[in-house]
């Protein structure tokens, strides 16, 4: 796709900027020092802003980069020298949205005194004052952000405009970021600032977003999912319990319902509001969820808020191609052994220079496929049961089911599927997957079933056992398998849904 050459800044090019931010965003497993993470993430920043396809277009340059020694926050400068654009992008904690969430500590605010003077103190909640703090705090080489950017602008060739963006946190830190830097002199011409946010949930109080919106921007936008949870805190978390919509799902039942009143109680007695114009995005629900995370429980409830709140979605919504992907780990050729096992990673995006780790052990002898598919390699000395992952420039691959070894002992045992998977009390059930043994026991929930008629090593047949009723009880439960020791990972392709009895019956 060609680059967009229509305005320096479109919503499509900022949230490919923001979501760049999260290029390899967790350190490896085996550990690496900050400045070997940095390096890692400042190359992988680079390749991003080098792809022609991407809606940045090849058109903008990395100037600066900087990680908290936490890991919890990056934020880089880059330029786009032909429109005398700049672009400071942020990216806060990277996690889950119930830690997200959490981590804003906003049962507590204190006063914005960073900017300016504004007529009266505005507040922010503690937690977002921290990662602010620390933002401007960073540094690369004992340079902050502050004096990048006035190096920066000191060399621009005319009048600059700098814009402010984030995705998730980032954007929250956005909202204060912003007002900061245009409260300050810059060298040369006055900059106009604009600031662009995605999925951001709000920083402060109505005083906050009266404050940011009193000042001169170019754009000032917040762009939002109308269906992703983080954007409604904290002014219409409640919003969520009546998610999602039928006949897709998934419902909320009475745990979401209590998870969402918990942290839609946070706040206290502190009232939050959203800087900005709100501009919700497009969306066809039907066409656009996550189709393994439909069935009424917690586990697809927050899976579908996941893919609701990720970068690749907001993309997608804006009709912009998504940012190069990660490494992916699909299968181990072989998921037991000992140190010095002969071994293949089956998977993709194993480019060059991607290593390999064993928990936090990293693998020996490795030899990368011409296509990036496979890595050839030996396990290292280890003990216990670890997550095989793949690391490049780009990231770390996710901790999956088939990536797992054992050491000295039998292979994980894996549920890949039920059928049926909805049902009655007695329906019967095959349950799929690999490593079954002899003696292998079925829990539906906390429910086992009786007599599983086991045929080893990737078959069970068994009776949906009673399920436990009561206030509060979901219909939807996983199913685990119990052998040699291990319990199946919990998953969406494990799930069951109760159904009521026919008269009949």
């Given amino acids: 796709m060609a680059a967009e050459q229509t305005a320096p800044m479109t919503p499509r090019v900022a949230m490919t900027l923001a979501a760049i931010a999260a290029t390899a965003a967790t350190p490896r497993p085996s550990g690496e020092t900050v400045p070997e993470q940095l390096n890692r993430v400042f190359l992988g920043i680079t390749r991003q802003l080098a792809d022609t396809d991407l809606a940045t277009g090849a058109d903008w340059s990395l100037r600066w980069l900087a990680l908290a020694p936490d890991n919890a926050n990056l934020a880089y400068l880059a330029a786009d020298p032909s429109s005398s654009s700049f672009a400071v992008v942020l990216r806060g904690t990277v996690g889950n949205v119930t830690d997200l969430l959490e981590d804003l500590d906003v049962g507590t605010v204190v006063p914005f005194t960073a900017v300016g003077a504004p007529s009266a103190p505005v507040s922010v909640s503690q937690g977002a004052m921290a990662a602010f703090t620390q933002v401007l705090s960073m540094s690369s080489g004992g340079v902050t952000l502050v004096q990048a950017l006035t190096e920066a602008l000191a060399g621009a060739a005319q009048t600059p405009t700098v814009y402010v963006i984030g995705h998730s946190l980032g954007g929250c830190i956005a909202t204060m970021v912003a007002p900061y830097l245009q409260a300050r002199s810059w060298p040369g011409a006055t900059p106009q600032f604009g600031l ?39 002014t219409s978390l409640d919003d969520a319990e009546g998610w999602y919509p039928t006949p897709s799902g998934p419902a909320a039942n009475d ?64 009709g912009a191609p998504d940012v190069l992907a990660g490494p992916v780990v699909r299968a181990l050729s072989t998921n037991s052994g000992e140190g010095g096992t002969a071994l293949a ?3 993709s995006g194993f480019g060059p220079g991607a290593a390999v780790d064993f928990g936090p052990v990293p693998g020996q002898d490795l030899a990368v496929s011409g296509d990036g598919l496979a890595i050839s390699l030996h396990a290292p000395p ?118 009521k009895s026919s008269p009949e019956s």
Avoid: M
Avoid at 200 to 215: C, E, Q
Avoid at 225 to 230: K, L
Avoid at 292 to 315: E, I
Avoid at 419 to 445: H, K, M, R
């Fill in 382 to 499: 280890g003990v216990g049961v670890v997550d095989v992952r793949v690391t490049t420039e780009l990231g770390t691959s996710a901790a999956v089911p088939f990536g797992r070894f054992a050491y000295g002992g039998p292979p994980p045992v894996i549920t890949t599927g039920l059928f049926p998977a909805t049902g009655p009390e007695g329906t019967s059930v095959t349950v799929t997957g690999v490593n079954f043994g002899a003696d292998a026991q079925v829990f539906f929930g906390t429910n086992p079933a009786a007599s599983p008629q086991v045929q080893p090593p990737y078959e069970i047949v068994v009776d949906a056992p009673a399920p436990s009723t009561g206030f509060g009880r979901p219909s939807t439960v996983n199913v685990t398998v119990v052998s040699n020791g291990y319990s199946s990972p919990a998953g969406p392709a494990n799930e069951f849904t109760y159904l």
């Fill in 345 to 347: 990673v089956v998977g």
């Fill in 196 to 234: 662009c946010t995605f999925a951001a949930p709000t920083a402060g109080g109505p005083d906050f977003a009266d404050y940011v919106d009193s000042l001169p921007w170019i754009v000032n936008a917040r762009y939002y999912n109308p269906y992703d949870v983080v954007p409604l805190a904290w």
């Fill in 255 to 318: 745990e979401v319902d209590a998870v969402i009143s918990v942290i839609a109680g946070l706040p206290g007695p502190h009232p939050y509001a959203q800087p900005g114009q709100a501009v919700p995005l497009a969306i066809d629900y039907d066409r656009t969820h996550d189709p393994d995370f439909v069935k009424s429980s917690l586990a697809d409830f927050l899976g579908q808020v996941a893919f609701q709140h990720a970068n690749s979605t907001y993309l997608g919504l804006l």
